[in-house]
């Protein structure tokens, strides 16, 4: 059973830091397109970093350029996203993500990481930035 399960979410203050943690079972990130997307309450679901395995090429959101990053950990199979600067506007619901396709794939390569384009979900974790 293919499973993500997010973890590292909580309150920080503004200008702090938070690392979340997405682990994969059933499955190695290697060869699937990966990204982080966030809902805010009263927003739509939006994307902020996705990343191609096909050339390790990045998407991310203005929003978060400079301040949020990603990176894998093969040996544990475990997709991170940095985020450090926090604003208070950064807080919502984080999810990661994965898709195998090579259309998703082509498509976060074109500069375009999007909801319905990832099959794979993980359940989410709540960021609150206080001011």
């Known amino acids: 059973e293919v499973q993500l399960v997010e973890s590292g979410g909580g309150l920080v203050q503004a200008g702090g830091s938070l690392r979340l943690s997405c682990a994969a079972s059933?499955?190695?990130?290697?060869?699937?397109?990966i990204g982080w997307f966030r809902q805010a309450p009263g927003k739509e679901r939006e994307g902020i970093l996705c990343?191609?395995?096909?050339?390790?090429?990045?998407y991310d959101t203005d929003s978060v350029k400079g301040r949020f990053t990603i990176f894998k950990d093969k040996v544990k199979n475990t997709v991170y996203l940095q985020m450090n600067s926090l604003k208070p506007e950064d807080t919502a619901v984080y999810y990661c993500?994965?898709?195998?396709?090579?259309?998703?794939?082509?498509?976060?390569?074109?500069?375009?990481?999007?909801?319905?384009?990832?099959?794979?979900w993980g359940q989410g974790t709540q960021v609150t930035v206080s001011s």
């Open positions: 993500t994965a898709d195998f396709s090579a259309r998703t794939q082509n498509l976060v390569n074109s500069g375009f990481c999007s909801p319905p384009d990832f099959s794979y």
């Open positions: 990343l191609s395995s096909s050339d390790g090429r990045t």
């Open positions: 059933g499955f190695t990130f290697e060869g699937y397109a």
